[in-house]
């Protein structure tokens, strides 16, 4: 089993920036895919960002260029920097994990993919 929690949420004005954080415990895999994904108000869980035990990333296309998905190995912290928010990224926001092989190629963006999961925490972006 895997542990995860979110931090680092709040309210900003659109134009604004975020960096969200999920601490990773329990069991340890050599290779992994780690993502974040988020749920709007009245809508589905969607793929935000994902990153590998060897740094390949994947970015949904409504994010690349403003969000950055980094991760610290050695604290098993993963990161997600969101700048230049906007109101339609306000949304609970969750980080997932996942062992991985590299033969499976990259990370998916799909929800169903990941089995473990944390708390969430909450962004809101006012225009």
């Known amino acids: 089993q895997v542990q995860l929690v979110e931090s680092g949420g709040g309210s900003v004005q659109a134009g604004g920036s975020l960096r969200l954080s999920c601490a990773a415990s329990?069991?340890?895999?050599?290779?992994?895919?780690m993502g974040w994904f988020r749920r709007a108000p009245g809508k589905e869980r969607e793929g935000v960002a994902t990153?590998?035990?060897?740094?390949?990333?994947v970015y949904a296309d409504s994010v690349e260029g403003r969000f950055t998905i980094h991760k610290d190995g050695a604290k098993n912290t993963l990161f997600l920097q969101m700048n230049s928010l906007r109101p339609e990224d306000t949304g609970m926001y969750y980080c997932?994990?996942?062992?991985?092989?590299?033969?499976?190629?990259?990370?998916?963006?799909?929800?169903?993919?990941?089995?473990?999961w944390g708390q969430g925490t909450q962004v809101t972006v006012s225009s």
């Open positions: 997932s994990a996942r062992e991985w092989a590299r033969a499976w190629g990259s990370c998916h963006l799909a929800d169903t993919w990941y089995p473990f």
């Open positions: 329990g069991d340890t895999y050599s290779s992994y895919c």
């Open positions: 990153i590998d035990s060897v740094d390949e990333i």
